[in-house]
T-cell receptor
Framework: DTAVSQTPKYLVTQMGNDKSIKCEQNLGHDTMYWYKQDSKKFLKIMFS???????INETVPNRFSPKSPDKAHLNLHINSLELGDSAVYFC????????????FGPGTRLTVT | AQRVTQPEKLLSVFKGAPVELKCNYSYSGSPELFWYVQYSRQRLQLLLRHISRESIKGFTADLNKGETSFHLKKPFAQEEDSAMYYC??????????FGTGTSLTVIP
């Protein structure tokens, strides 16, 4: 049983395209996150959702739009993809309102050509 | 401003040698502190959290509030410890700020 899953695992696309990454957790957690890990392995929080409500929106271009249809899902839609969007995107979730252990998904490696 | 610093981007030690990965934080309030590990091309996973005071895979970390540090230590490094390590303080408000990470290589 995978606790936090993401699809797809790999995504290769061209500049200007629109793509989505899906995330699901079956842990019953209330809070979910999206992180971006760049080529230097820097890990930066992008968004945080608590019970389907946006809590954190870090300095992220508005081409990135998270959507949470229910508290078990947090999807990330990216419009007009740019070369700099190439990275590994991790979804994560926590139970304790942001102070507990984070459970990470396997990551989605996005390559924009 | 919330800040977490891991001064060593790369760290290499020989197998069997002690290892220390440094983490300093600048945070308001009383953050909870975590170390996460990422093995090659895998997801991040929790290594330890300071409130549990557990030793995981031989690693320990002591919270020093005076120095605002949470260094990760292991007395005898193993090859399987080679990985990326992230220090991550968190506080209320659903905020996690990860350090820049330290890539540990254990040389056989």
């Amino acid at each position: 049983d995978t606790a936090v899953s993401q699809t797809p695992k790999y995504l290769v696309t061209q500049m200007g395209n629109d793509k989505s990454i899906k995330c699901e957790q079956n842990l019953g957690h209330d809070t979910m996150y999206w992180y971006k890990q760049d080529s230097k392995k820097f890990l930066k929080i992008m968004f945080s959702y608590n019970n389907k409500e946006l809590i954190i929106n870090e300095t992220v271009p508005n081409r990135f739009s998270p959507k949470s249809p229910d508290k078990a899902h947090l999807n990330l839609h990216i419009n007009s993809l740019e070369l700099g969007d190439s990275a590994v995107y991790f979804c994560a979730s926590t139970l304790e309102g942001g102070r507990g252990e984070q459970y990470f998904g396997p990551g989605t490696r996005l390559t924009v050509t | 401003a919330q800040r977490v610093t891991q001064p060593e981007k790369l760290l290499s030690v020989f197998k069997g040698a002690p290892v220390e990965l440094k983490c300093n934080y600048s945070y308001s309030g009383s953050p909870e502190l975590f170390w996460y590990v990422q093995y090659s091309r895998q997801r991040l996973q929790l290594l330890l959290r300071h409130i549990s005071r557990e030793s995981i895979k031989g690693f320990t970390a002591d919270l020093n509030k005076g120095e605002t540090s949470f260094h990760l230590k292991k007395p005898f490094a193993q090859e399987e410890d080679s990985a990326m390590y992230y220090c991550a303080p968190s506080n209320t408000g659903n905020q996690f700020y990860f350090g820049t990470g330290t890539s540990l290589t254990v040389i056989p």
